[in-house]
């Protein structure tokens, strides 16, 4: 299968609530439409995770931030644009998204991507998709497809072909949460 054929076998399986295992810009994630509740809530049955653990969720443009969350600080625009690695921001008052992916104090994290495979994806779905790592809860993260278990192979609807081979120095984002005055503090460099 090309990977044009994935992008649309993938995007039409998350429009009908499906997980789907799948290579993003730093590891391989388990992901699912953001806005569909029944489909966030499998994945946090999958890692065994609680919900007050929120995940994070990607989109491929920044200027789509302002649909997920109340107010965007204007240094968010600049944080991304001058990030030389990939870069995950908590955002408080997130809106439109799934009610068990919001974090108990309303932030939601959110990374934006320009993968070959997720940007356009989440391009075609028109809406973000949830990124968790592959891996049950507690457990060490698989950087590498060939290290995810097979626990967490077969309890997804769908494994993306693309990219399974793929081998690189891959480091987790940074993550830095912004607070609504445009103050922010890193929480993982």
Not at 53 to 80: Q, T
């Amino acid at each position: 299968m090309n990977l044009e054929e994935e992008i649309k076998k993938s995007v039409a399986l998350l429009k009908k609530g499906k997980i789907i295992l799948y290579p993003t810009d730093t590891i391989w994630g388990i992901g699912c439409d953001a806005t569909n509740s029944k489909a966030v809530q499998r994945i946090y049955k999958i890692k065994g995770r609680s919900e007050s653990k929120s995940m994070i969720i990607l989109l491929e443009s920044e200027e789509k931030i302002g649909r997920y969350v109340e107010d965007v600080p204007p240094i968010a625009y600049d944080l991304i644009a001058n990030s030389a690695s990939p870069l995950t921001i908590v955002y408080p008052r997130a809106k439109n998204l799934a009610k068990n992916l919001i974090a108990p104090d309303g932030s939601i994290a959110i990374r934006i991507v320009k993968g070959r495979f997720g940007s356009p994806v989440m391009k075609e779905l028109d809406r973000p998709l949830v990124s968790t790592s592959a891996n049950v809860s507690g457990q060490p993260t698989a950087p590498f497809f060939h290290q995810i278990s097979n626990e967490i192979i077969e309890s997804v609807d769908y494994v993306v072909e693309a990219f399974r081979e793929r081998v690189r120095a891959v480091k987790p984002s940074t993550i830095i949460k912004l607070e609504e005055n445009g103050k922010f503090t890193v929480i993982r460099p």
